[in-house]
């Protein structure tokens, strides 16, 4: 048996960082404790959660249903 160490985030993700502020404030996003800013600051943020430790991520995309800012995010933040 092996412990992997998972953490998970609630995500604002918008083109602008100050669109992705207004979207967790509208969605009651704590930037302190979650994900919130453009694919390059949540690529930065990934790389130093992982440089922390982290093996794995949960990400809650509170606005998935209108499919936008998973969009964003798999053709931004996702590695190929």
């Known amino acids: 048996n092996e412990i992997t160490r998972t953490v998970e985030y609630s995500v604002a993700l918008a083109r602008s960082e100050e669109e992705a502020v207004y979207k967790a404030q509208e969605r009651n996003i704590n930037p302190e404790k979650g994900l919130v800013g453009s694919p390059a600051t949540l690529r930065q943020r990934l790389h130093e959660i992982e440089e922390a430790g982290a093996q794995e991520a949960i990400l ?11 969009r964003l995010f798999a053709e931004e933040c996702i590695e190929r």
């Open 60 to 70: 809650y995309f509170q606005d998935a249903a209108q499919l936008d800012s998973v």
